[in-house]
């Protein structure tokens, strides 16, 4: 495992570890190793935490980093900590934790924004469980053994369509519903990171508002028009049928949100039909579940599917969300670390 390898990984969690230790479990906390003794206060509030606990000066251990952030062990078996600046993935973490955990994607255990920021970004801290052999989950990879060959390239080769088959229908409801729901962020100006309640609300950042103070009488605009297009397109899902089901000039007159619909009917198709692959029968199952809830999971490809601890295939990254049920109208209340 790399040590020390992301310096704002290291720097950023040590502005938090006093915040992280008051809040969560000790088995919680990333697996580090040490430089140099420094004072670090556990606890933010001194009438319960009087003294001050020398820790060592924390570098910790890496599982892997991407464009927006870090996957680092924990203490606690099969349980990750990861660091984040995406704001469409922390999003979604706190939409999943408002509903019934399901198999075929990682499971979210928490998440807290920091008030940190990192290239202009809000930094969020999230745990879930650990996944394995990230883009190695093929079958002929995990089956080595299978003796009928074809059989193996068969099922690597169907899982690999219905992939970029789902990938494709969910373009075509991310290309239509993103642009519009920006629209709506923007003009409707919504708290930002720093509000005064210490809960993150959304993506849009207060630098792009006149003044606080429009962002607190802007926010009801947000809510109500974010739930007018998202019954909208819950309503064209409803009404939609596969595209498996139409003719050819049906779906080329297709335009707007029944062509949202139909997308987002087929891409239900697709998933159901992933339960028959052997490789991919949990993803399918997962897919499914957060379409049946209102969230599309618009980017699932190979590289971001990987091995539970049981050598099941799951998502181990939700790529960008898009909400179309009218549930999901108001942006996701993140809560505060406290005292950051």
Same mark, same amino acid.
């Given at each position: 495992?790399?040590?020390?390898?992301?310096?704002? @990984?290291?720097?950023?969690?040590?502005?938090?570890?006093?915040?992280?230790?008051?809040? @969560?479990?000790?088995?919680?906390?990333?697996?580090?190793?040490?430089?140099?003794?420094?004072?670090?206060?556990?606890?933010?509030?001194?009438?319960?935490?009087?003294?001050?606990?020398?820790?060592? !000066?924390? $570098?910790?251990?890496?599982?892997?980093?991407?464009?927006?952030?870090?996957?680092?062990?924990?203490?606690?078996?099969?349980? $990750?900590?990861?660091?984040?600046?995406? $704001?469409?993935?922390?999003?979604?973490?706190?939409?999943?934790?408002?509903?019934?955990?399901?198999?075929?994607? +990682?499971?979210?255990?928490?998440?807290?924004?920091?008030?940190?920021?990192?290239?202009?970004?809000?930094?969020? @801290?999230?745990?879930?469980?650990?996944?394995?052999? +990230?883009?190695?989950?093929?079958?002929?990879?995990?089956?080595?053994?299978?003796?009928?060959?074809?059989?193996?390239?068969?099922?690597?080769?169907?899982?690999?369509?219905?992939?970029?088959?789902?990938?494709?229908?969910? !373009?075509?409801?991310?290309?239509?519903?993103?642009?519009?729901?920006?629209?709506?962020?923007?003009?409707?100006?919504?708290?930002?990171?720093?509000?005064?309640?210490? +809960?993150?609300?959304?993506?849009?950042?207060?630098?792009?508002?006149?003044? !606080?103070?429009?962002?607190?009488?802007?926010?009801?605009? +947000? $809510?109500?028009?974010?739930?007018?297009?998202?019954?909208?397109?819950?309503?064209?899902?409803?009404?939609?049928?596969?595209?498996?089901?139409?003719?050819?000039?049906? &779906?080329?007159?297709?335009?707007?949100?029944?062509? @949202?619909?139909?997308?987002?009917?087929?891409?239900?198709?697709?998933?159901?039909?992933?339960?028959?692959?052997?490789?991919?029968?949990?993803?399918?199952?997962? &897919?499914?579940?957060?379409?049946?809830?209102?969230?599309?999971?618009?980017?699932?490809?190979?590289?971001?599917?990987?091995?539970?601890?049981?050598?099941?295939?799951?998502?181990?990254?939700?790529?960008?969300?898009?909400?179309?049920?009218?549930?999901?109208?108001?942006?996701?209340?993140?809560?505060? &670390?406290?005292?950051?």
């Amino acid at each position: 495992m790399s040590l020390g390898s992301t310096p704002w @990984v290291d720097r950023n969690y040590r502005e938090m570890l006093h915040a992280l230790a008051d809040k @969560v479990p000790q088995s919680w906390l990333p697996r580090t190793i040490s430089e140099k003794t420094e004072e670090y206060t556990v606890g933010f509030d001194p009438t319960r935490h009087s003294k001050t606990t020398k820790f060592k !000066k924390p $570098v910790v251990e890496e599982l892997g980093c991407g464009h927006y952030g870090c996957v680092m062990p924990t203490h606690e078996p099969d349980l $990750v900590f990861k660091i984040t600046t995406d $704001v469409s993935e922390a999003a979604f973490v706190a939409r999943a934790l408002e509903l019934e955990s399901t198999a075929g994607i +990682v499971e979210y255990k928490a998440i807290y924004s920091t008030g940190l920021q990192h290239n202009g970004r809000p930094l969020f @801290v999230l745990w879930r469980t650990e996944a394995f052999s +990230v883009g190695e989950w093929q079958y002929s990879r995990t089956h080595p053994a299978e003796p009928n060959k074809d059989y193996a390239r068969r099922i690597d080769h169907d899982a690999s369509k219905d992939l970029a088959a789902f990938l494709s229908w969910a !373009k075509i409801v991310r290309a239509y519903m993103h642009p519009r729901l920006r629209e709506i962020q923007t003009k409707n100006a919504s708290i930002g990171p720093s509000s005064d309640d210490g +809960v993150w609300r959304s993506p849009l950042s207060l630098k792009r508002l006149a003044n !606080k103070q429009a962002a607190l009488t802007g926010s009801a605009g +947000v $809510v109500e028009e974010r739930r007018a297009l998202l019954k909208s397109a819950w309503s064209a899902y409803e009404r939609g049928e596969a595209a498996q089901d139409m003719s050819l000039g049906q &779906l080329r007159a297709l335009k707007g949100m029944p062509k @949202v619909g139909v997308a987002l009917r087929t891409c239900l198709y697709i998933a159901q039909e992933m339960s028959s692959n052997p490789s991919l029968y949990r993803v399918g199952e997962a &897919l499914a579940h957060y379409l049946e809830n209102g969230i599309l999971l618009a980017d699932v490809h190979s590289n971001n599917l990987g091995l539970d601890s049981e050598g099941e295939v799951l998502i181990t990254d939700p790529g960008h969300a898009v909400e179309f049920h009218a549930r999901w109208a108001d942006t996701p209340k993140i809560e505060r &670390l406290p005292g950051m």
